[in-house]
């Protein structure tokens, strides 16, 4: 038996001398024992709803299975998306022998690539905008302030920026 799950009827009949276990005294008894009951009922349900938050966290499994138990709990069709996203270009050095055409018009003809190549900023390279998106199928209702408190709740502090799309 773990250590919160108390029966407090069975506990009073059994703390009750042999000598005073008459209905009458066990029914005063009881009485006595209701507002232990009515707390002891608060403490485990606030516990339930403890144990809830501490076993998600911010990753993306966990905030997607805290999503769809408190919007679509049947179907499960909510689901996290990365945001997008532009590869890095890397320059070589002369040295390395890795010649790579970036499209201007002083290399034109210098070099044997035919597909010309963007150079990003480190700027662009990062996340454009959004970190992550939420997708939410179109049939399903929901709050949208709920589930953005939920959102925020659960995400990582650094990680400002993100959509709820409905798809």
């Not at 179907?75 to 270009?89: M, Q, V």
Request: some cysteine; proline content about 5%.
């Amino acid at each position: 038996m773990p250590i919160f799950d108390i029966d407090y009827d069975v506990l009073v009949w059994q703390l009750l001398p042999v000598r005073l276990r008459k209905p009458v005294a066990y029914a005063w008894l009881k009485c006595l024992v209701q507002p232990v009951k009515w707390l002891y009922g608060l403490f485990t349900g606030f516990r339930g709803e403890n144990l809830y938050l501490l076993a998600h966290n911010s990753q993306v499994a966990y905030l997607e299975a805290a999503l769809n138990d408190t919007f679509d709990t049947i179907l499960r069709r909510i689901y996290i998306t990365d945001g997008a996203y532009e590869d890095p270009e890397f320059l070589y050095l002369v040295p390395e022998n890795k010649p790579v055409w970036l499209g201007l018009v002083s290399e034109v003809g210098s070099t044997s690539y035919v597909n010309p190549r963007v150079l990003y900023t480190n700027a662009e390279t990062s996340l454009l905008g959004t970190a992550f998106i939420v997708v939410v199928p179109v049939g399903l209702s929901f709050d949208a302030q709920r589930m953005r408190a939920l959102i925020d709740f659960y995400r990582l502090a650094g990680r400002n920026q993100y959509e709820i799309v409905a798809i």
